[in-house]
Structures are given as structure tokens and as C-alpha cells.
């Protein structure tokens, strides 16, 4: 049986052109971690990206060691994304420059069959492989985006500014407005590996929250 590819399957999702487009994005699962500061320099950032690895092939693994869960199927572990946000801004990505003030929900998606009860047990498993590991502030959260406006993005995360702009006209010239709210937020999806890639190769999946003017 072919594994499930998110990003091939769902590619509406996942592979938007390098023109701002609309989508309404549906409900999905992620293991959420919340921390604050440059994702450049703090070892907060780096610690949460290896919990959320960790736990997400946990739950992967978990068909060798006897504890697949009901309805599990083979698939890909989804990429890396990342909510942004900067206390009293409604912050799109290009309005702060200090990103010591970062605000972030960094995140991998989960497939359907993630329960309360799978999570709990991939904590388990990985708490006893690398228990120096703190996944206390690992969360399993459900997500609902809605009406987004999305980009690629290519280049480097500092040139974001450009395809930001891009999105901003297509809004304004279509008749919609950005609507950033509390769980509706700038939103990255990274689809390299900024450490086996170029910096001008880098792939970025930019979604903002949107509404009817």
C-alpha cells in the first residue's frame, strides 16, 4: 500500500503557486508546541522542533512496536509549520523586525487517527528513548484556519516581505481583508530543510487569515 504523501495528496494545501490564491483550509490534528523568542538563537526553539520530530516518528514508528493504533495507516510525517505572533501587533509577517518579540506555535500535522490516547503514548515511548527530553509542554490541538489567502514563497525567510506584499495586493484588488484574531495568525508551512538546502532554494508555504471586506 502507497504511503500517504499530505503534501502530494492534499497538494491545494501544500503546493500553492508563487501567485497569492484563496482556500478555505479544513480542521486538522497537530502536536502544538508554544514558546517566545528569535527561532535563530534561542535554544527553546530548537529544543520544541526535536520534541515535535520526536513525538510525530514516535506515532509513525509505532506499528513496530506494538502499540499501532486503531485505523493506522502508512503515511509521510508532514512538514514543520509555524504560527507567529507579537503581543499588541497584528503581526503579518512584516510590520516587526525584532524577532526577539516572537510570539510561536511551532507545529506538525497528524494523521486522523491521532487521538488524546495515541499522543499520550508516544510521549511514552519517546520519554523513555531520549528522557532528557522535556515534552511537557507538547500539546495535541485541533486547528480550523477557514478563509486563507496563501503563497510560495522561494528564497530566503528574511525576503518573506515581497510575497507578503503580493498577497496584500491580490486582497485589496479582490475585495478582502487580512483578519487576524487570536487562533488565526501568520502562518508559515516549511517545505526544506534550511540545512540541506541553499537559502535561495528554500520553499515557504505563507498563509494569512482573510475576510469579505
Not at 527561532?39 to 513525538?55: H, R
Not at 506515532?59 to 509521510?76: D, H, R
Not at 515557504?204 to 469579505?212: A, E, F
Request: charged share 30%; aromatic share 10%.
Amino acid at each position: 500500500m502507497d504511503k500517504l504523501d499530505y503534501k502530494k495528496t492534499y497538494k491545494e494545501l501544500y503546493q500553492p503557486k508563487t501567485k497569492p490564491s484563496i482556500i478555505e483550509v479544513p480542521e486538522m490534528i497537530f502536536i502544538a508546541i508554544d514558546g517566545e523568542g528569535n527561532p535563530n538563537s534561542c535554544p527553546e526553539y530548537k529544543a520544541a522542533i526535536e520534541v515535535l520530530y520526536g513525538l510525530s516518528y514516535a506515532i509513525k514508528m509505532s506499528k513496530m512496536n506494538g502499540t499501532q493504533p486503531a485505523g493506522y495507516f502508512e503515511y509521510v510525517v508532514p512538514p514543520l509549520e509555524g504560527l507567529w505572533q507579537v503581543d499588541g501587533v497584528d503581526f503579518d509577517g512584516m510590520n516587526v523586525t525584532d524577532k526577539d518579540k516572537f510570539k510561536w506555535i511551532s507545529m506538525i500535522r497528524q494523521p486522523e487517527f491521532v487521538t488524546e490516547e495515541v499522543f499520550e503514548q508516544a510521549k511514552l515511548v519517546l520519554k523513555k528513548k531520549k528522557p532528557a527530553l522535556d515534552l511537557s509542554k507538547a500539546r495535541l490541538m485541533k486547528m480550523t484556519e477557514g478563509l486563507c489567502v496563501q503563497i510560495m514563497h522561494k528564497g530566503s525567510y528574511d525576503d518573506e516581505p515581497a510575497s507578503i506584499e503580493q498577497m496584500k495586493r491580490f486582497l485589496d484588488e479582490n475585495g478582502y481583508i487580512e483578519d487576524f484574531s487570536e487562533g488565526r495568525l501568520h502562518h508559515e508551512i516549511y517545505l526544506s530543510d534550511p540545512r540541506k538546502c541553499s537559502t535561495d532554494k528554500l520553499k515557504t508555504v505563507i498563509r494569512h487569515p482573510i475576510k469579505k471586506k
